[in-house]
């Protein structure tokens, strides 16, 4: 591993797809810095990075709280420039309209695209004086399209594509490369997994060419950092071989 001067800061660092992002970079020599609510659920990913040779930090992370993101950029550039700044946080809920109450609303809009402004907004102040960077944004199918359900996930993701591509619009010719990521297909994870058998039955999962790897999301992330700024991508969209569009 060829240690960089550069650092990664991973936010929504959870277990599945925001671990697999902080090991890729990690393992390609960032210092990572990772932040979730409930730090302490880092402590595997601080484990496996620090035993395959990388050098990471975890911090409990509320992205709601705009002090606490400015904090979190702030010292993750101090330790070494921020070069790459990647908002993964999750908000998936699905729940009737007449049962979506304010409070749910409001928080899934907090959660997926007010602290997505906060998080691009800071990282974007620390990228702009050296004159590049990448900030890049997870979204999903909701972020093109609502389904049954999905009113406050889909609103959110809406929004968090809208902010994106406005930043994309405005800081791509200051040399920083904003991309949005669309995971078009369920993720490979304990939750969805057991969503699938509940509500389809075992024979759901026969077929695991349906569901996303976290470790591919992550390439992709990688494949995004290593464009040339002569062909950035702004979006780009990505399922299984198997999931039908």
């Known amino acids: 591993m060829s240690k960089r001067n550069a650092t990664a800061a991973v936010i929504g ?22 932040g979730r609510r409930n730090g302490d659920k880092l402590a595997p990913l601080v484990r496996d990075i620090e035993a395959a040779g990388g050098e990471i930090h975890a911090r409990s992370l509320d992205a709601r709280k705009e002090e606490e993101i400015i904090s979190f950029l ?35 809009w907090e959660m997926a695209c007010y602290s997505g402004f906060l998080a691009g907004r800071e990282a974007a102040r620390l990228m702009l004086p050296r004159g590049g960077g990448n900030i890049f944004f997870t979204g999903a199918t909701a972020s093109l399209r609502g389904g049954s359900g999905y009113a406050a996930f889909a609103s959110a993701k809406f929004g968090l594509r809208a902010v994106a591509q406005a930043m994309a619009r405005e800081l791509g010719p200051k040399n920083i490369h904003v991309a949005h990521l669309i995971i078009d297909s369920g993720v490979d994870t304990a939750w969805v997994r057991e969503r699938r058998e509940q509500l389809w039955g075992k024979e759901a999962l026969d077929n695991p060419d349906l569901l996303m790897p976290p470790a591919s999301v992550a390439e992709s992330y990688w494949q995004l950092y290593q464009q040339p700024k002569s062909a950035w991508t702004f979006e780009m969209e990505i399922r299984p071989f198997g999931e039908k569009w």
């Open 13 to 34: 660092a959870g277990d599945y797809i925001g671990s697999e992002i902080a090991k890729k970079f990690a393992s390609e020599g960032f210092t990572v810095f990772a």
């Open 74 to 108: 702030e010292d993750s550039d101090k330790h070494a420039p921020l070069q790459v700044c990647i908002f993964n946080v999750g908000a998936n809920v699905n729940f009737p309209i007449l049962d979506t109450t304010e409070r749910v609303f409001r928080k899934v």
